[in-house]
């Protein structure tokens, strides 16, 4: 599993209440809406991460 490194996010009220509104119909905490958006907008311009070697799933083979 990755690391996650806390940092403050400045945003102005109703985007946040927007997200966590949006959050709450997707059964997700609002950091969690807010990471799942960064990286759908990461990914649609090519830009997400790569999984490094520690990061992906143990098969049982």
Do not use: V
């Amino acid at each position: 599993m990755s690391k996650k490194k806390a940092f403050a996010l400045r945003i102005n009220e109703e985007m946040l209440n927007a997200i966590e509104k949006w959050a709450s119909d997707e059964f997700r905490s609002t950091n969690g809406q807010i990471e799942y958006l960064l990286m759908q907008a990461l990914k649609k311009a090519n830009r997400h991460p790569r999984q490094s070697n520690n990061d992906t799933p143990k098969s049982d083979n």
